[in-house]
């Protein structure tokens, strides 16, 4: 007998040997020992509360800005999807969205009820949970600028509330030192006429679509900018944009649109978009003598 036999029961879906390539964006990887879809919060607590410490634990959002590697994830792979995880409502100057709700969703609700600051989110491929542990941003504005507090449950089961101050928020970091698995967040906005910011949220829209591959097998940006430095212009300078790496496929690529933006123009696998970003990274400091550090996540056991 092993732990997959003695897993917990659940009101939710658990599913064993789950291919994870269909749930993320690179379409790439292997599949997970299992795979947990809570009904909703309650159900991933008295889960987490009774399985084994041992047993590890990957929290998997939308899978826009991850790589699952190609054999696949040890222990249990939780993903916050449905409605219970989706749920955004409003009260005031303030706008309360579940982890698994779109960032892009948030940003048109908070258009619809007339609070402004959260139109960024409309550029962000991910989920309010992602958004919660990178402190995600873009145009300027980022998470710790609208965030209010958290809810979020430990890896033993219990719910914790944290405000902004506990976060502890840096570029594409947070400073928190517990495993949390967040299922809520609400934030605050700025009073506004609905137009004129969903007039702001279609600019950006548009601006994303003209300057992003988000038509491809894509995930997000690939580094973190370095200080003083754009991470696409460095890339570009290395030489890689548009330049096929092969790894064990067909090959990955950075895209010829936006050249900090790996793709999938195919058949790649898992190590070849994996291994064409580390390729990137050591000819970035060989050449320009600047460390490229990962924004992408990338989980799960190597073939």
Not at 117 to 126: K, M, R, S, T, V
Not at 149 to 167: I, K, M, W
Not at 255 to 283: C, K, Q, W, Y
Request: charged share 25%; hydrophobic share 40%; aromatic share 8%.
């Amino acid at each position: 007998m092993t732990w997959r036999d003695t897993l917990p029961p659940v009101r939710g879906k658990l599913l064993h040997n789950e291919p994870l390539a269909p749930f993320t964006w690179f379409r790439v990887g292997g599949a997970a020992d299992a795979l947990f879809i809570p009904a909703d919060a309650d159900d991933l607590a008295q889960f987490l509360k009774a399985l084994d410490p041992a047993v590890p634990v990957t929290i998997l959002g939308v899978g826009s800005n991850v790589i699952v590697r190609d054999g696949g994830v040890e222990g249990v792979v939780i993903r916050l999807a449905g409605r219970a995880f989706a749920a955004i409502a409003t009260e005031g100057e303030t706008i309360t969205a579940g982890a698994g709700a779109l960032d892009a969703m948030v940003a048109k609700a908070s258009a619809k009820a007339g609070l402004a600051g959260l139109e960024f989110y409309a550029g962000i491929p991910g989920t309010i949970g992602g958004a919660l542990v990178m402190n995600a941003g873009c145009y300027g504005a980022e998470t710790k600028d609208v965030l209010v507090s958290a809810r979020g449950v430990t890896r033993t089961g219990e719910f914790r509330d944290y405000s902004v101050e506990d976060f502890g928020y840096a570029y594409r970091h947070n400073g928190y030192d517990e495993d949390i698995l967040w299922t809520e967040a609400t934030f605050r906005g700025t009073p506004d006429d609905p137009a004129a910011i969903a007039a702001r949220i279609a600019e950006i829209t548009a601006r994303r679509e003209t300057t992003q591959p988000i038509r491809e097998k894509t995930g997000g940006s690939t580094f973190k900018n370095p200080p003083g430095h754009s991470s696409w212009k460095l890339v570009d300078e290395a030489g890689w944009r548009g330049k096929l790496h092969r790894v064990t496929g067909g090959g990955a690529m950075f895209s010829e649109l936006h050249s900090n933006f790996m793709i999938n123009p195919g058949e790649a696998t898992a190590a070849d978009i994996e291994g064409l970003g580390e390729a990137v990274r050591a000819d970035v400091q060989s050449k320009l003598n600047v460390n490229l550090e990962w924004e992408i996540k990338r989980i799960g056991r190597p073939l």
